[in-house]
């Protein structure tokens, strides 16, 4: 695919052209001859095709995905954020931090270009055009999805304006919300029929639009629609077009469950038609053979992090992780003391730590076995605990005894990093760990960057990268997953429980993720380890366990910013305080010590971003968002 956009630099330069024509929504193609030579063969066509996959927001990447450090999920040195501005409540209607609406609509624009020259090119098999259609139909869609996901009710761009257009036919409202999202799903069961169900040359193809990447993607299109931001969401009473007209149906719908619960069903089965599985770590060859601890913590981490493996829906190509790895990974070899190119410097913060299950597989706070006042309390690594924490270690009470995506997915002071050059399990005194405290090899005060809590990212790194000198970081490098089967797996469940409230099959799905995950059952660890048995029996528990095990199994995946906007749940956890430890201390006894960064606040009005004072000064039909 890279080398179809190479190709395409010169489309891209008469793009430009166009996109001086910034009518309001920049919907006006204002150079018709140069869009014809686009299509007159199809070379042309595809080069055009392959601009309208150019505009993917590149996720993962600090400086163009706000659900990195925009919400309560990492912190970042200051003075290096991107969009730590947009966590600490600076979020401004002058210049919006983060803003997609320009680029979003130009690339919608382009999409129309596409789908209406299209039928012109004369040197097509129908199948491939066919193809080619559904393609651009689905990224219409998402860029649509994008811009409702952002902005809450969009003004929706089926065709484009003639370029004689007037003033007045330019300015357009926004449409409401239900017919945003009825609109995307339209768009995206036409795109359906004509795509693959796989990629047949992956070495050419990767990251091209399928069936179920489409059927998966409308699984999470309409569980957005059914959730309480945009369903019933009686906050936005308020917000209505200059003619009156509501943006938000202030009446619940049940039925939109129903309908994103049969949409996600029916994506898993298309993915599990086409061979996808939860991901296992079993390689054809390894020089030692691992225990069952090592194993299942790389299931975890490799299930994000080793490329198109078979959990893998849909990879952005455009966004691949060398450097967001050179950025988080916190390796540190002693022969290069004078530092190297790594930096650690995406810190979660203490609330994350404290997210992780215990190893029953049940929220710390509720574990009745578990020693939840005494969790800041020093406590000594014994043997048992050698290949988590580092054997006579002396750390907290909360870094023992958690669930193994807590060690997969977290590096910590005293914790056990495995891979990195090192490799043999049952050798654990040479296994590499961390050192966290002020001057040691990981902690503050040294050459370079640093964590800003206590806490590194481990889950993003793949296991096999290695320091070969102070210069030099070798990088396995794989694309940002954008869909997993888990999620899928667990929208599903969230859907069905929505709809119709705990059950058989609302518990399969979830406790597929958790067996991958080393854990028992739902039904097992609630019953034998919770205070609250009966939690699993009913919707309103049912559903605060689905959304911590989303929260925990797709961590630092850009999730869990967008998730608790849906859920409405922002409110409640971004205006809790960033925590970390005493960095700036040698002792464990001093070290930690809890100590608040920051405190955060959110609002009603930060669900949704503000237009951008420009837009709706050119265009007094666009309504500002509620707050704004």
């Excluded at 484009?160 to 945003?180: G, T």
């Amino acid at each position: 695919m890279r080398k179809y956009l190479i190709y395409g630099g010169f489309l891209l330069a008469f793009l430009a052209v166009l996109s001086s024509c910034k009518k309001f929504l920049d919907v006006v193609p204002d150079n018709v001859a140069t869009i014809d030579n686009a299509f007159t063969m199809r070379s042309q066509a595809m080069k055009f095709l392959f601009t309208c996959y150019s505009f993917m927001p590149r996720t993962g990447q600090l400086t163009d995905d706000p659900a990195m450090v925009g919400g309560d999920e990492l912190w970042e040195i200051p003075e290096r954020a991107a969009y730590l501005d947009l966590a600490k409540g600076f979020q401004s209607k002058v210049g919006p931090l983060g803003d997609r609406w320009t680029s979003m609509y130009q690339a919608i624009r382009d999409c129309n270009i596409f789908l209406e020259n299209i039928d012109r090119v004369p040197d097509m098999q129908e199948v491939e055009r066919a193809r080619w259609i559904g393609e651009v139909k689905f990224l219409k869609a998402f860029y649509h999805f994008s811009l409702v996901r952002m902005y809450g009710p969009v003004p929706l761009i089926r065709t484009n304006l003639p370029i004689s257009a007037d003033v007045n036919q330019v300015k357009v409202m926004r449409d409401p919300v239900d017919s945003c999202f009825n609109y995307i799903v339209q768009l995206l069961d036409e795109a359906i029929p004509g795509l693959p169900t796989t990629i047949i040359s992956p070495g050419t193809e990767a990251g091209r639009i399928t069936q179920p990447i489409a059927m998966a993607l409308k699984a999470r299109v309409l569980v957005t629609a059914a959730s309480p931001l945009f369903n019933g969401n009686t906050d936005q009473v308020g917000l209505n077009n200059p003619d009156g007209e509501p943006l938000f149906n202030q009446t619940y719908s049940k039925e939109k469950w129903e309908i994103a619960a049969d949409a996600c069903k029916m994506a898993i089965d298309m993915c599990e038609s086409q061979g996808m599985k939860l991901y296992v770590y079993n390689p054809a060859f390894q020089q030692y053979v691992l225990t069952d601890t090592i194993e299942t913590q790389l299931s975890i981490r490799n299930s994000v992090t080793e490329k198109w493996n078979s959990e893998i829906i849909w990879a952005n190509t455009q966004s691949n992780t060398a450097d967001l790895q050179r950025l988080i990974s916190t390796w540190w070899d002693p022969r290069y003391l004078d530092g190297v190119v790594t930096r650690g410097e995406l810190s979660p913060p203490l609330k994350i730590a404290e997210m992780f299950y215990s190893d029953h597989g049940v929220p710390i706070n509720e574990d009745k076995t578990w020693d939840y006042a005494g969790r800041y309390a020093l406590r000594k690594a014994g043997k048992d605990d050698r290949l988590y924490i580092r054997n006579g270690y002396t750390t907290v009470g909360l870094h023992f005894d958690r669930e193994p995506r807590f060690y997969a997915d977290l590096g910590f002071d005293g914790g056990i990093y495995y891979g990195q050059g090192h490799y043999d399990d049952k050798d654990d005194m040479n296994l590499f760990y961390l050192e966290g405290k002020f001057k040691q090899r990981n902690g503050k005060g040294k050459y370079g960057f640093n964590t800003v809590t206590g806490y590194y990212i481990k889950k993003l790194i793949h296991f096999q990268n290695v320091v070969n000198s102070s210069s030099d970081y070798s990088v396995v490098d794989y694309p940002y997953p954008l869909m997993r089967l888990s999620d899928l797996y667990l929208l599903y469940s969230e859907a069905l429980n929505e709809a119709q409230g705990p059950g058989p099959e609302v518990y399969k799905y979830i406790d597929l993720v958790r067996k991958r995950a080393g854990l028992g059952t739902v039904t097992s660890s609630w019953t034998n380890y919770s205070t609250n048995p009966a939690k699993f029996t009913n919707q309103d528990g049912m559903r605060a366990i689905i959304h911590q095990e989303r929260l925990i199994e797709l961590a630092f995946e850009s999730q869990r910013f967008w998730d608790l906007r849906r859920w409405k749940e922002s409110a409640r956890e971004l205006n809790n305080p960033i925590k970390g430890w005493d960095l700036s201390q040698t002792t464990a006894a001093s070290f930690y010590r809890t100590t608040v960064l920051f405190n955060q606040t959110f609002g009603t009005k930060d669900y949704f971003w503000p237009i951008a004072d420009n837009n709706i000064t050119t265009n007094r039909n666009l309504v500002q968002n509620l707050g704004w």
